[in-house]
């Protein structure tokens, strides 16, 4: 039966559900985690330049916004729980399709239908999740949840490292579809029905309509693209840090994976701040907040770059700690933007939890893109100026959102 009620408490019973999704998000960021060490083997076995090496991140984004614009309507009209099921299903059988690859345009193509397992948990899993708890609540787990997921890029370039060092790099993907098989499990025995399926089923091209008076909405864009505007560095960063690392700054596949945790552990701190007090600020306070945290982050990345213009000290410090600081930034701000976003159309929520990947995950290939066409063009320091540039972005477009958002639910509650 759906849920008629929403949750008002968190506790180990109500959790279980999005633990069972988080172990699944879990699975798909480690899907490109974990591979972005095993990048170095792969273009060493198919004998193609370094070039590849971020392609394989841009290929799993692209799938990731091939298919939401249909899974969120789907589970709209039949339910998000079969949806979902079938979806950790489907990524689970990609990844023991790595065994079949024998070429670089094969793996790549072969990425993006694995990224395609992207599509199933904005778009469903985190619907659901919204649907299953109040706004606080809501806030809360999703927070929750963030932390859990980030242990995949805290932990999988280091495992990556490690797994590559002492087995075949196909040997990740193994690991990957066994903790999938895993969250298959938990979500058939704790994963509720959120949605009533439709008795009499709109035609399917009423999705068409839906979805172009959505994208005309402009508090829906604004709101969506600011939630997908503060991930933009971050990810840019995990696409390239394998060659900004290995490559320009010369570290070890340990040492990689070892200036990764920085970098996620401050955005596992802005996560938990966030779930802290959720309940005591205004929703959007610590939105403006993390302005204060992305431009230090910026004039760190510019003093490193000033630094290594100047001077012989070679050292990724600067960046790390640069990046570090917009990872917490995000941390502030993505749970709050998320719900803001979500909320910001009337439309059921598989259309607009759909028209919210879509964007993210396109502005993410973008980002990925352009910082990689930055340092192809001009290294470290096209890098640099990227990274700059979609923080400077996050910060324009947020602003204007956020305070509407704040007005909004100002008036409401009086």
Partial sequence: MPFTTKITSINRYTLLFPLALVLFEFAVYIGNDMAQPAMLMIIKEFDVGTSWAPMSMTAYLIGGASLSWFTGPLSDRIGRRPVLLGGVLYFLLTCLATYLVSSIETFIGLRVLQGIGLCFIGSVGYAAVQESFDE????????????????????????????????????????????????????????????????????????????????????????????????????????????????????????????????????????????????????GRTVLLSYWPITAGMLCILLGLVVQLNTPLHTPVFIVAGISLIAFAEGLSMAVLYRF???????????????????????????????RLAHVAWGVTGFTWAMVAMTCCFMLVSRSSVLGEMKIRTHDTD
Wanted: glycine share 6%; charged share 10%; hydrophobic share 55%.
């Fill in 136 to 283: 606080i609540r809501a806030v809360k787990v999703t927070a929750l949840m963030a932390n859990v997921a980030l242990i995949a890029p805290m932990a999988g370039p280091l495992a990556g490292a490690a797994l590559v060092g002492i087995a075949p790099w196909r040997s990740c993907f193994l690991f990957i579809a066994a903790i999938s098989f895993l969250s298959l499990v938990g979500l058939w025995y704790n994963m509720p029905e959120t949605v009533s399926p439709h008795t009499e089923k709109e035609p399917y091209s009423q999705i068409i309509h839906d979805y172009i008076s959505l994208f005309q909405q402009v508090r829906f864009l604004r709101s969506a693209l600011a939630m997908a505007f503060v991930s933009m560095a971050l990810i840019g960063w995990i696409a390239m840090s394998p060659v900004l690392l290995v490559q320009d700054f010369s570290c070890s596949l340990l040492e990689y994976g070892l200036w990764q945790l920085p970098v996620f552990g401050s955005l596992v701190l802005g996560n938990i701040l966030v779930f802290f007090i959720a309940d005591r600020w205004p929703l």
């Fill in 341 to 371: 976003a979500l909320m910001s159309s009337n439309h059921a929520k598989g259309i607009v939890s759909a028209g919210l990947s879509i964007l993210a995950m396109s502005c993410y290939a973008l980002g990925i893109e352009v910082s």
